[in-house]
């Protein structure tokens, strides 16, 4: 099993320019999850999927999108990205149950200039 | 809402020394609580996790007692190794009703262990 995998690794976008993070995890998982991670702020949840067909927004929604395609992949869309969105952004799955275990992707590490 | 404080860092320390690393949370009911460990370039791995008071969770001779009267859940180990040098999160789960319940992680704490 490859896990959570994720696409790219490495991104470099001027203002303005859109783009999409991809993520696909093999473990059958019912809920996905998008974070971003910044210096001395922990991990911040983006949006989250609990079953194929249903997104919520988390903490730091804005300027964001998801899509949950079916139940292996969740994708994170930047529309319009901003250098606020500088960031290292990690997707999770977790099966029901198992107090929430979340097993997480490699990261994408995102530059807006 | 819930949060989670932790430690700040960064913490260096020799090889084989005792770590402990603070972690208290504020939390609605009674949550799951986990360590999460980031090795450099990587991304989080489960490092324990801990589902009730008094509970404790224990993995790669790391340990974790959840502590309801003190609302806290350090972790600590015996003897560090260089090859635990890394990031290390604490995060809580609520148990309200649904399928995907949410994380909050505190800020994280860079360990160095020098040999």
């Known amino acids: 099993n490859a896990g959570v995998t994720q696409t790219p690794k490495f991104q470099v976008l001027k203002t303005g320019q859109s783009m999409t993070l991809q993520c696909a995890q093999d473990?059958?998982?019912?809920?996905m999850y998008w974070y971003r991670q910044d210096p001395g702020m922990g991990l911040r949840l983006i949006y989250y999927s609990a079953s194929e067909g249903t997104t919520d927004k988390g903490e730091v929604p804005n300027g964001y999108n998801v899509s949950r395609l079916n139940k292996r992949e969740f994708s994170l869309r930047l529309e319009s990205a901003a250098p606020s969105q500088t960031s290292v952004y990690f997707c999770a799955s977790s099966p029901v149950g198992r107090g929430n275990e979340q097993f997480f992707g490699p990261g994408t590490r995102l530059t807006v200039l | 809402g819930n949060s989670v404080t932790q430690m700040e860092g960064p913490v260096t320390l020799s090889e084989e020394a005792f770590l402990t690393i603070n972690c208290t949370y504020t939390a609605t009911g009674y949550p799951s609580l986990f360590w999460y460990v980031q090795y450099p370039g990587e991304g989080l791995q489960l490092l324990l996790k801990?589902?009730?008071?008094?509970d404790k969770g224990s993995n790669k001779g790391f340990e974790a007692t959840y502590r309801k009267e003190t609302t806290s859940f350090h972790l600590e180990k015996g003897s560090v190794q260089v090859s635990d040098s890394a990031v290390y999160f604490c995060a809580l789960s609520d148990k309200s009703e649904g399928s995907a319940r949410q994380l909050t992680f505190g800020s994280g704490t860079q360990l160095t262990v020098l040999p």
């Open positions: 801990a589902t009730k008071a008094d």
């Open positions: 473990m059958n998982h019912n809920s």
